[in-house]
């Protein structure tokens, strides 16, 4: 199974850039991931929602039909790290050939976006950045590999 993190616009932080591409390096050896940063769409004179909508389209044609879509919103159901891994191990075992994880831009996703998601998760009720969750992210898919493969990365 391929994962995909699609993100709205680039991680402009250097600290973050720097801890993304440590995890996805570490992710290499367990699993084919992909990490995709989609230009910003130019924000000058939209509304929210028309920032959304075109925001959406941008995502649609990233998008495949066999893709499996979760969105990272705040209403999202929360995982432990261990039931995170389990899910992930569930993807795997039922042949999925694309899980697709997408952070959106400062102000959600568009309703056709949200109609296309299989679901929605939330690394935590807490909010962060989008540059930040992205880090988040990354290091909590390595951590659940790390889980299914029984390494000690991670403490119970």
């Known amino acids: 199974m391929k994962i995909t993190i699609l993100c709205i616009g680039k991680t402009n932080t250097s600290y973050?850039?720097?801890g993304i591409a440590i995890y996805l390096d570490r992710l290499k050896h367990y699993a084919r991931l992909e990490?995709?940063?989609l230009p910003d769409v130019n924000s000058k004179g939209l509304t929210p929602d028309q920032l959304k909508q075109k925001e959406g389209e941008l995502l649609f044609k990233t998008l495949k039909l066999e893709d499996h879509v979760l969105l990272l919103d705040e209403r999202g159901e929360e995982f432990s790290s261990r039931k995170f891994a389990s899910f992930i191990q569930k993807?795997?075992?039922t042949g999925?050939?694309?899980l697709v994880l997408i952070i959106g831009g400062a102000f959600g996703f568009s309703?056709?976006?949200y109609a296309r998601a299989n679901g929605?998760?939330?690394l935590s009720q807490m909010t962060f950045s989008h540059e930040m969750i992205r880090l988040l992210l990354v290091e909590q898919t390595y951590r659940a590999f790390t889980i299914l493969k029984g390494e000690s990365y991670h403490h119970d």
Do not use: D, V
Request: aromatic share 6%; glycine share 0%; charged share 50%.
């Open 91 to 93: 993807k795997l075992n």
């Open 96 to 98: 999925a050939k694309s």
């Open 111 to 113: 309703e056709e976006i």
């Open 35 to 37: 990490y995709r940063e």
């Open 16 to 18: 973050l850039k720097e």
């Open 120 to 122: 929605k998760i939330s």
